[in-house]
Protein backbone atom coordinates (compact mmCIF):
# COMPACT_ATOMS: atom_id res chain seq x y z
CA UNK A 1 0.00 0.00 0.00
CA UNK A 2 1.43 3.19 -0.76
CA UNK A 3 0.25 6.16 1.93
CA UNK A 4 1.73 8.88 0.08
CA UNK A 5 -0.95 9.50 -1.61
CA UNK A 6 -2.86 10.53 1.64
CA UNK A 7 -1.45 12.20 4.28
CA UNK A 8 -2.17 10.82 8.24
CA UNK A 9 -4.26 14.08 8.81
CA UNK A 10 -5.82 14.41 5.88
CA UNK A 11 -10.04 13.28 5.55
CA UNK A 12 -11.22 13.93 2.01
CA UNK A 13 -14.09 12.92 -0.15
CA UNK A 14 -13.76 10.04 -2.35
CA UNK A 15 -13.38 12.78 -5.21
CA UNK A 16 -10.65 14.38 -3.80
CA UNK A 17 -8.60 10.88 -2.83
CA UNK A 18 -9.12 10.03 -6.69
CA UNK A 19 -8.42 13.09 -7.99
CA UNK A 20 -5.01 11.81 -6.15
CA UNK A 21 -4.39 8.53 -6.52
CA UNK A 22 -5.01 9.13 -9.90
CA UNK A 23 -3.30 12.27 -11.07
CA UNK A 24 -1.35 13.65 -8.06
CA UNK A 25 2.62 13.42 -7.84
CA UNK A 26 2.25 9.94 -6.52
CA UNK A 27 -0.94 8.92 -8.41
CA UNK A 28 -1.56 5.90 -11.01
CA UNK A 29 -1.02 8.45 -14.28
CA UNK A 30 1.87 9.77 -13.20
CA UNK A 31 3.81 7.30 -12.03
CA UNK A 32 2.48 4.10 -13.29
CA UNK A 33 0.15 3.77 -15.90
CA UNK A 34 0.63 0.66 -18.37
CA UNK A 35 -2.50 -0.32 -20.69
CA UNK A 36 -2.32 -3.54 -22.73
CA UNK A 37 -0.07 -5.97 -23.56
CA UNK A 38 2.48 -7.56 -20.89
CA UNK A 39 2.59 -6.18 -17.18
CA UNK A 40 -0.48 -3.93 -18.20
CA UNK A 41 -3.35 -3.23 -16.01
CA UNK A 42 -6.26 -3.23 -18.74
CA UNK A 43 -6.49 -3.42 -22.30
CA UNK A 44 -8.88 -0.54 -24.41
CA UNK A 45 -10.18 -0.76 -27.62
CA UNK A 46 -7.10 1.98 -28.66
CA UNK A 47 -5.03 -0.84 -28.89
CA UNK A 48 -6.99 -2.20 -31.91
CA UNK A 49 -5.93 -0.87 -35.26
CA UNK A 50 -9.74 -1.95 -36.46
CA UNK A 51 -11.25 0.29 -34.24
CA UNK A 52 -9.22 2.97 -35.55
CA UNK A 53 -10.43 2.24 -38.78
CA UNK A 54 -14.08 2.13 -37.86
CA UNK A 55 -13.39 5.36 -36.01
CA UNK A 56 -11.70 7.32 -39.07
CA UNK A 57 -14.97 6.08 -41.65
CA UNK A 58 -17.38 7.61 -38.99
CA UNK A 59 -15.10 10.91 -38.62
CA UNK A 60 -14.71 11.24 -42.33
CA UNK A 61 -18.59 11.10 -42.89
CA UNK A 62 -18.64 13.92 -40.53
CA UNK A 63 -16.24 15.84 -42.49
CA UNK A 64 -18.41 14.93 -46.08
CA UNK A 65 -21.16 16.59 -43.93
CA UNK A 66 -19.26 19.63 -43.04
CA UNK A 67 -19.01 19.84 -46.98
CA UNK A 68 -15.38 18.44 -47.09
CA UNK A 69 -13.06 21.13 -45.38
CA UNK A 70 -9.64 21.96 -46.33
CA UNK A 71 -8.97 21.96 -43.19
CA UNK A 72 -9.69 19.47 -40.14
CA UNK A 73 -8.76 19.14 -36.74
CA UNK A 74 -9.23 15.62 -34.70
CA UNK A 75 -8.77 16.41 -30.70
CA UNK A 76 -8.37 13.44 -28.88
CA UNK A 77 -8.91 13.93 -25.11
CA UNK A 78 -6.46 11.24 -23.12
CA UNK A 79 -4.78 9.41 -25.92
CA UNK A 80 -3.40 6.89 -23.53
CA UNK A 81 0.07 5.42 -24.94
CA UNK A 82 -0.74 6.58 -28.52
CA UNK A 83 -2.13 3.78 -30.31
CA UNK A 84 -5.39 5.44 -31.81
CA UNK A 85 -3.25 8.30 -32.57
CA UNK A 86 -0.72 6.44 -34.35
CA UNK A 87 -3.39 4.79 -36.84
CA UNK A 88 -6.63 7.24 -36.72
CA UNK A 89 -4.20 9.91 -38.51
CA UNK A 90 -2.99 7.83 -41.18
CA UNK A 91 -6.00 6.30 -41.85
CA UNK A 92 -8.05 9.76 -42.43
CA UNK A 93 -5.51 10.96 -44.57
CA UNK A 94 -6.09 8.41 -46.73
CA UNK A 95 -10.05 9.16 -46.99
CA UNK A 96 -9.99 13.41 -46.82
CA UNK A 97 -8.37 16.00 -49.13
CA UNK A 98 -6.94 18.74 -47.11
CA UNK A 99 -5.02 18.77 -44.09
CA UNK A 100 -5.62 17.47 -40.74
CA UNK A 101 -4.18 18.48 -37.37
CA UNK A 102 -4.16 15.63 -34.89
CA UNK A 103 -4.43 17.23 -31.52
CA UNK A 104 -3.42 15.36 -28.29
CA UNK A 105 -4.77 16.72 -25.08
CA UNK A 106 -4.11 14.38 -21.87
CA UNK A 107 -3.71 15.09 -18.15
CA UNK A 108 -0.90 12.92 -17.64
CA UNK A 109 2.83 13.89 -18.65
CA UNK A 110 3.81 10.10 -18.57
CA UNK A 111 0.90 9.48 -21.10
CA UNK A 112 1.54 12.11 -22.93
CA UNK A 113 5.22 11.28 -24.23
CA UNK A 114 4.39 7.41 -24.92
CA UNK A 115 2.21 9.44 -26.93
CA UNK A 116 4.88 11.94 -28.38
CA UNK A 117 7.02 8.51 -29.33
CA UNK A 118 3.89 6.46 -31.12
CA UNK A 119 2.82 9.20 -33.69
CA UNK A 120 5.00 10.92 -36.47
CA UNK A 121 3.80 13.27 -38.91
CA UNK A 122 4.42 10.37 -41.97
CA UNK A 123 2.35 12.95 -44.75
CA UNK A 124 2.49 16.48 -45.36
CA UNK A 125 -1.40 16.83 -44.97
CA UNK A 126 -1.18 14.91 -41.21
CA UNK A 127 0.34 17.33 -38.51
CA UNK A 128 0.36 16.35 -35.12
CA UNK A 129 -0.04 18.82 -31.76
CA UNK A 130 0.24 18.60 -28.26
CA UNK A 131 -1.69 20.63 -25.81
CA UNK A 132 -4.39 23.66 -26.68
CA UNK A 133 -6.55 22.49 -29.41
CA UNK A 134 -7.18 25.27 -31.95
CA UNK A 135 -10.50 26.97 -32.18
CA UNK A 136 -10.59 28.36 -35.55
CA UNK A 137 -11.19 25.07 -37.73
CA UNK A 138 -13.96 22.47 -37.93
CA UNK A 139 -13.38 19.87 -35.02
CA UNK A 140 -13.63 16.38 -34.34
CA UNK A 141 -13.65 15.35 -31.03
CA UNK A 142 -12.62 11.66 -29.64
CA UNK A 143 -12.50 10.58 -26.22
CA UNK A 144 -11.77 6.72 -25.83
CA UNK A 145 -12.32 5.62 -21.74
CA UNK A 146 -11.71 9.31 -20.37
CA UNK A 147 -14.90 10.02 -19.23
CA UNK A 148 -14.44 6.67 -16.74
CA UNK A 149 -11.49 8.25 -15.87
CA UNK A 150 -13.11 11.64 -14.34
CA UNK A 151 -12.89 11.64 -10.78
CA UNK A 152 -16.36 10.70 -8.84
CA UNK A 153 -17.75 11.39 -5.82
CA UNK A 154 -19.62 8.18 -4.03
CA UNK A 155 -22.51 8.86 -2.52
CA UNK A 156 -25.61 6.70 -0.20
CA UNK A 157 -29.25 7.34 -0.01
CA UNK A 158 -30.56 7.92 3.15
CA UNK A 159 -34.20 8.33 2.85
CA UNK A 160 -34.85 11.44 1.11
CA UNK A 161 -31.18 12.78 1.63
CA UNK A 162 -27.67 11.51 1.19
CA UNK A 163 -24.64 10.37 2.58
CA UNK A 164 -21.02 11.25 0.67
CA UNK A 165 -18.08 9.05 1.17
CA UNK A 166 -15.11 10.31 2.69
CA UNK A 167 -11.32 8.35 3.06
CA UNK A 168 -8.87 8.46 5.41
CA UNK A 169 -5.69 6.75 7.00
CA UNK A 170 -6.45 5.29 10.66
CA UNK A 171 -3.62 4.82 13.33
CA UNK A 172 -2.42 1.54 11.39
CA UNK A 173 -1.74 3.24 7.88
CA UNK A 174 -5.42 1.60 6.67
CA UNK A 175 -7.55 3.74 4.43
CA UNK A 176 -11.03 3.66 5.96
CA UNK A 177 -14.23 4.73 3.98
CA UNK A 178 -16.12 7.61 6.39
CA UNK A 179 -19.46 8.81 5.97
CA UNK A 180 -21.13 12.04 6.26
CA UNK A 181 -23.51 14.47 4.96
CA UNK A 182 -23.33 14.64 1.22
CA UNK A 183 -22.40 18.49 0.38
CA UNK A 184 -24.98 20.31 -1.34
CA UNK A 185 -24.28 20.15 -4.67
CA UNK A 186 -23.08 16.63 -4.93
CA UNK A 187 -26.33 16.11 -3.52
CA UNK A 188 -28.22 18.23 -6.07
CA UNK A 189 -26.64 16.36 -8.84
CA UNK A 190 -27.64 12.52 -7.45
CA UNK A 191 -31.15 14.17 -6.75
CA UNK A 192 -30.92 14.49 -10.75
CA UNK A 193 -29.24 11.58 -11.86
CA UNK A 194 -29.46 8.90 -9.57
CA UNK A 195 -32.66 7.09 -8.98
CA UNK A 196 -31.06 4.39 -6.20
CA UNK A 197 -33.29 2.39 -4.00
CA UNK A 198 -32.62 3.61 -0.52
CA UNK A 199 -29.97 2.39 1.23
CA UNK A 200 -27.93 1.96 -1.76
CA UNK A 201 -24.50 3.38 -2.97
CA UNK A 202 -23.64 5.25 -6.14
CA UNK A 203 -21.48 7.83 -7.76
CA UNK A 204 -22.15 11.12 -9.19
CA UNK A 205 -19.38 13.19 -11.89
CA UNK A 206 -18.86 16.84 -10.74
CA UNK A 207 -16.43 17.23 -13.62
CA UNK A 208 -18.71 16.67 -16.06
CA UNK A 209 -19.57 19.88 -16.75
CA UNK A 210 -16.42 21.66 -17.19
CA UNK A 211 -15.21 18.67 -19.50
CA UNK A 212 -17.43 19.98 -22.11
CA UNK A 213 -17.83 23.46 -21.52
CA UNK A 214 -13.99 22.96 -22.66
CA UNK A 215 -14.92 21.23 -26.02
CA UNK A 216 -16.33 24.10 -27.22
CA UNK A 217 -14.03 27.17 -27.20
CA UNK A 218 -14.37 28.33 -31.03
CA UNK A 219 -15.85 28.95 -33.70
CA UNK A 220 -16.38 26.60 -36.23
CA UNK A 221 -18.39 23.73 -35.09
CA UNK A 222 -17.37 20.56 -33.12
CA UNK A 223 -18.70 16.96 -33.58
CA UNK A 224 -17.60 14.63 -30.07
CA UNK A 225 -17.32 11.11 -29.94
CA UNK A 226 -17.44 9.46 -26.53
CA UNK A 227 -16.65 5.80 -26.05
CA UNK A 228 -17.28 4.83 -22.90
CA UNK A 229 -18.73 1.61 -20.57
CA UNK A 230 -21.72 3.37 -18.65
CA UNK A 231 -25.15 2.69 -17.49
CA UNK A 232 -28.59 4.68 -17.51
CA UNK A 233 -31.36 5.27 -15.38
CA UNK A 234 -33.07 2.15 -15.39
CA UNK A 235 -30.07 0.33 -14.56
CA UNK A 236 -29.28 2.74 -11.41
CA UNK A 237 -33.11 2.62 -10.44
CA UNK A 238 -33.35 -1.57 -10.77
CA UNK A 239 -31.07 -1.28 -7.66
CA UNK A 240 -28.94 -4.09 -9.14
CA UNK A 241 -25.76 -2.61 -8.36
CA UNK A 242 -26.39 -1.96 -4.67
CA UNK A 243 -22.75 -1.01 -3.96
CA UNK A 244 -21.93 0.89 -7.20
CA UNK A 245 -19.77 0.43 -10.17
CA UNK A 246 -16.51 1.74 -8.52
CA UNK A 247 -13.34 -0.26 -9.16
CA UNK A 248 -9.50 -0.97 -9.39
CA UNK A 249 -7.65 -2.53 -11.88
CA UNK A 250 -4.29 -3.83 -10.82
CA UNK A 251 -2.89 -6.55 -13.16
CA UNK A 252 -6.15 -7.30 -14.91
CA UNK A 253 -7.54 -7.75 -12.02
CA UNK A 254 -10.42 -6.04 -10.21
CA UNK A 255 -9.72 -4.67 -7.00
CA UNK A 256 -10.90 -2.78 -3.99
CA UNK A 257 -10.72 1.17 -4.55
CA UNK A 258 -8.67 1.36 -1.69
CA UNK A 259 -6.01 -0.98 -2.26
CA UNK A 260 -3.14 -0.46 -4.42
CA UNK A 261 -3.15 3.22 -4.20
CA UNK A 262 -1.26 5.25 -6.86
CA UNK A 263 -0.27 1.78 -8.35
CA UNK A 264 -3.96 0.73 -9.94
CA UNK A 265 -6.14 2.49 -11.71
CA UNK A 266 -9.49 3.75 -10.83
CA UNK A 267 -13.04 4.01 -12.46
CA UNK A 268 -16.67 4.10 -12.85
CA UNK A 269 -19.61 3.79 -14.91
CA UNK A 270 -20.23 6.50 -16.73
CA UNK A 271 -23.97 8.15 -16.14
CA UNK A 272 -25.21 8.55 -19.71
CA UNK A 273 -27.91 10.75 -18.06
CA UNK A 274 -25.66 12.97 -16.60
CA UNK A 275 -23.55 13.29 -20.00
CA UNK A 276 -26.40 14.37 -21.88
CA UNK A 277 -27.02 16.67 -19.28
CA UNK A 278 -23.63 17.94 -19.69
CA UNK A 279 -23.36 17.84 -22.89
CA UNK A 280 -26.90 19.86 -23.91
CA UNK A 281 -25.81 22.83 -20.62
CA UNK A 282 -22.54 23.26 -22.83
CA UNK A 283 -24.44 23.68 -26.07
CA UNK A 284 -24.39 20.64 -27.52
CA UNK A 285 -27.18 18.65 -29.88
CA UNK A 286 -27.34 15.27 -29.04
CA UNK A 287 -26.68 13.14 -31.80
CA UNK A 288 -26.79 9.39 -30.62
CA UNK A 289 -25.79 7.14 -27.61
CA UNK A 290 -25.65 3.72 -29.47
CA UNK A 291 -24.14 0.02 -28.13
CA UNK A 292 -20.46 0.37 -29.66
CA UNK A 293 -21.11 -3.06 -31.55
CA UNK A 294 -23.88 -1.30 -33.43
CA UNK A 295 -21.68 1.43 -34.24
CA UNK A 296 -18.52 -0.06 -35.17
CA UNK A 297 -20.56 -2.04 -37.58
CA UNK A 298 -21.83 0.57 -39.38
CA UNK A 299 -18.99 2.06 -39.36
CA UNK A 300 -17.06 -0.66 -41.66
CA UNK A 301 -15.61 -2.38 -38.85
CA UNK A 302 -16.13 -5.94 -41.01
CA UNK A 303 -14.40 -4.44 -43.72
CA UNK A 304 -11.65 -2.98 -42.23
CA UNK A 305 -10.80 -6.32 -40.61
CA UNK A 306 -11.23 -8.52 -44.06
CA UNK A 307 -8.79 -5.87 -45.87
CA UNK A 308 -6.35 -6.63 -42.96
CA UNK A 309 -7.02 -10.38 -43.73
CA UNK A 310 -7.12 -10.31 -47.53
CA UNK A 311 -3.48 -8.48 -47.50
CA UNK A 312 -2.46 -11.17 -44.81
CA UNK A 313 -2.98 -13.91 -47.37
CA UNK A 314 -1.19 -11.94 -50.36
CA UNK A 315 1.32 -11.12 -48.99
CA UNK A 316 2.12 -14.93 -47.97
CA UNK A 317 3.27 -14.84 -44.66
CA UNK A 318 -0.67 -15.55 -42.95
CA UNK A 319 -0.17 -17.60 -40.06
CA UNK A 320 -3.10 -19.01 -38.38
CA UNK A 321 -2.38 -17.15 -35.20
CA UNK A 322 -2.27 -13.66 -37.20
CA UNK A 323 -5.19 -14.79 -38.95
CA UNK A 324 -6.99 -15.40 -35.63
CA UNK A 325 -5.42 -12.37 -34.11
CA UNK A 326 -7.60 -10.16 -36.90
CA UNK A 327 -10.88 -12.16 -36.17
CA UNK A 328 -10.79 -12.22 -32.17
CA UNK A 329 -10.13 -8.42 -32.58
CA UNK A 330 -13.33 -7.81 -34.51
CA UNK A 331 -15.26 -10.21 -32.22
CA UNK A 332 -13.66 -7.91 -29.30
CA UNK A 333 -14.98 -4.83 -29.90
CA UNK A 334 -18.45 -6.00 -31.45
CA UNK A 335 -19.58 -9.21 -29.93
CA UNK A 336 -22.54 -8.64 -26.96
CA UNK A 337 -20.19 -11.13 -24.91
CA UNK A 338 -17.04 -8.88 -25.41
CA UNK A 339 -16.96 -5.03 -25.40
CA UNK A 340 -20.06 -4.43 -28.27
CA UNK A 341 -22.88 -3.97 -25.63
CA UNK A 342 -20.67 -2.81 -22.36
CA UNK A 343 -19.37 0.20 -24.18
CA UNK A 344 -21.51 2.44 -25.52
CA UNK A 345 -21.02 5.34 -28.57
CA UNK A 346 -21.98 8.59 -27.30
CA UNK A 347 -22.62 11.33 -30.63
CA UNK A 348 -23.18 15.19 -30.05
CA UNK A 349 -22.51 17.91 -32.27
CA UNK A 350 -21.68 22.08 -31.18
CA UNK A 351 -22.56 25.02 -33.15
CA UNK A 352 -23.92 23.67 -36.14
CA UNK A 353 -25.79 25.33 -38.69
C1 LIG B 1 -8.42 4.76 -19.15
S1 LIG B 1 -7.23 5.78 -19.91
C2 LIG B 1 -7.69 5.56 -21.62
C3 LIG B 1 -6.56 5.85 -22.56
C4 LIG B 1 -6.84 5.66 -24.06
N1 LIG B 1 -7.89 6.55 -24.52
C5 LIG B 1 -7.17 4.25 -24.41
O1 LIG B 1 -8.33 3.99 -24.77
O2 LIG B 1 -6.27 3.39 -24.29
C6 LIG B 1 -7.79 7.41 -19.52
C7 LIG B 1 -7.04 8.54 -20.21
O3 LIG B 1 -7.70 9.78 -19.97
C8 LIG B 1 -6.74 10.74 -19.55
N2 LIG B 1 -7.48 11.79 -18.86
C9 LIG B 1 -8.16 11.72 -17.70
N3 LIG B 1 -8.79 12.89 -17.43
C10 LIG B 1 -8.53 13.71 -18.47
C11 LIG B 1 -8.92 15.04 -18.78
N4 LIG B 1 -9.69 15.76 -17.96
N5 LIG B 1 -8.47 15.58 -19.94
C12 LIG B 1 -7.67 14.86 -20.78
N6 LIG B 1 -7.27 13.60 -20.52
C13 LIG B 1 -7.71 13.02 -19.39
C14 LIG B 1 -5.75 9.91 -18.78
O4 LIG B 1 -4.54 10.56 -18.54
C15 LIG B 1 -5.62 8.73 -19.75
O5 LIG B 1 -4.83 9.03 -20.87
Known amino acids: MNTSVLS ?46 ALANALTEQWDAWGQPTEL ?20 VRLCSGTITYTLVDRSRRLQTFQANAVHDEDTRLHYHFGEPRTDVPTCVVANEVLDALPVERVRRVGDSW ?36 GTIGEVCPGLARFFARLTAGGPPVFALLIDYGIDREEWASGIRPQGTLRGYYQHQVTDV ?21 AESAGFQFRFLESQGTYLMSHG ?22 RLGWSGQLKQLVMPGGMGERFQVFGCEWNVT
Not at 18 to 47: H, N, P
Not at 76 to 84: I, K, N, P, R, S
Not at 166 to 193: C, E, N, P, R, T
Open 258 to 278: LDHVGAQDITADVNWDHVRNA
Open 301 to 322: IADACQTRLTALASSGLESVKQ
Open 73 to 92: QVVEYGGGQGELAAVLGPAL
Open 8 to 53: VRDELSFGQFMELALYGDDGYYTRAVSIGGKGSDFYTAAQSPLFAQ
Open 163 to 198: QQAYVKLDSQGHYQWMWQSADASIASLADQFLPIPD
